[in-house]
């Protein structure tokens, strides 16, 4: 298994876990760019928004299902954004399908401080919490 959000997905590597269900898994991104900033994953190998197809559409329903009650368990009260980066221009780092949960408290405040509503991801972590 060579991809490290599969290794989350099977607890080989350690994740900082939000919500976990059969289908999905949701944990605390490593490298956060938002007050709280969480990734939700489907637990099979999807490798972006690109191979999302009628094949596994449902579960990615699941996984907007699972989103409101992923942003309130974080803590998430007013408003969040939910953002996936798909391929190599949109700067994808992780070849694992994984939306990103961005809110907090001071959110709208950082976005008009950085002036650009666009979401620039972090440098690869690996291996930890
Ligand atoms: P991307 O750039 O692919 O949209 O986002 C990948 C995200 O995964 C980044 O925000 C990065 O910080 C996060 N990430 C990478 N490796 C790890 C890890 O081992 N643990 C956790 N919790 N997050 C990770
Ligand atoms: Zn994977």
């Known amino acids: 298994m060579d991809c490290i959000f599969c290794k989350i997905a099977a607890g080989v590597i350690p994740s900082n876990k939000v919500y976990e269900d059969e289908l999905c898994l949701a944990f605390y991104d490593i490298a956060p760019q938002a007050p709280v900033h969480v990734l939700v994953i489907p637990k099979t190998h999807i490798a972006s928004a690109d191979e999302i197809s009628a094949d596994n559409s ?48 001071h959110l709208s405040e950082q976005m008009a401080q950085d002036g650009t509503w666009i979401f620039r991801s972090s440098p690869d972590g690996e291996g930890s919490v």
């Open 58 to 105: 449902a579960l990615v329903a699941h996984i907007f299902e699972v989103i409101p009650k992923v942003a309130a368990s974080a803590g998430i009260t007013n408003g969040y954004r939910v953002i996936t980066n798909c391929g190599e221009d949109a700067c994808q780092s992780v070849k694992h399908l994984h939306f990103h949960i961005l809110g907090g408290a």
